[in-house]
């Protein structure tokens, strides 16, 4: 049986203060690089997350004939041709949501096989809605599982240029056909199949870094877009910090009651998890009722604190989260009882967290079960802030978009105990 890497976190025992930049936005990194990757010409990504999933990207891109170097930690200069070449072998992405449903769609306007795929975490994540999709374009696409790995036949382009997509278990889907759009050779339109979205805000995050790659879309109503065949050009282009990441250090300074120093304003954050910022100041008393659809990954974080919360909190909107890295709310749920028995529960998709200011100095001996999710271990890391005895399971995982988070944490006076497999 394999052994695990732990680590458990040690209360402080005062306020936490300082300043800690988050690394840059996971969303906003993947999107540039894509479409840096599909523009002719030389473009700089400034403010960019080198983590695992972007690594997947930038890897990808590589495969594909793409130039891509890495000057500093934090830029990307990526150089295009236009096309994406088929790859000598399948393209493995590890368990990188955004890599893998942007590149589906992106390689079906190449000419040649290329092979999707990624870890057995990304085998289980559906992508039946986006296969579906491409199909009615008249791309030559399988996907025998429902989930990766995907084989795409690209034959240049689309026989179509209209799409229905069913967005309802994720909104990357619609990004994915956003973002290859431009590249159709003749004007398309992408429309939702009903109004049901995963994470609107993250199409807003889409739609702008297309306009800033020279992309030219109108959104025709709520559920219609229209693109057209402008292609990409390249461009030098600023990622801002991650908003997700942000919320761990929103969150350690709620609970600890300190100040830190993020860089940058909530107010100035566009990605849609800034949002929890305004959830998240009204600690210890948040909403009874918190609405997750459009901040999904900020829940992992918000339900932590809310075990400390004087008051219950039910997350809705949050059936998604079962279809993430892991399933969320159950990891959630899990970990919370890990905790303290009756901490938490599942009633269909939403989750109960029952709020116990009480648990603050006591000492609970709780292993929690990450299921190689980073957001579950970072979240789950601020209750060891209050609560002696919290120990995070594989706590590496964080390398998937924060690699740096137990540094950061280090940084601000939190310390840690390791056992680390021998």
Known sequence: MMKTEKLTIVPPGHALSGAVTPPGSKSITNRALLLAGLANGTSQLTGALKSDDTSYMADALRAMGVRVDEPDGTTFV???????QPPASPLFLGNAGTATRFLTAAVALGNGRFVVDGDEHMRKRPITPLVDA???????????????PVTIHGSGGFTSHHVVIDAGLSSQYVSALLMAAPCAGKPFTVELAGDDIGARGYIDLTLAAMRAFGATVEQVTP???RIEPTGYRAVDFHIEPDASAATYLWGAEALSSGQIDIGTPASEFTQPDARAFEVISAFPNMPAVIDGSQMQDAIPTIAVLAAYNNTPVRF????????KECDRVRALSLGLNAIRDGLAREEGDDLIVNGDPALAGQTRSAEIDTFADHRIAMSFALAGLKTSGITILDPKCVGKTYPGYWDALASLGVTYTQEIPR
Not at 316 to 323: H, K, M, W, Y
């Open 223 to 225: 559920s219609i877009w």
């Open 134 to 148: 491409l199909k009615s374009l008249g791309v030559d696409i399988e996907a025998a599982s429902g989930c990766p």
């Open 316 to 323: 809705t909107g949050i059936a998604n989260l079962r279809v």
């Open 78 to 84: 990526v150089a295009g041709t236009g096309v994406l």
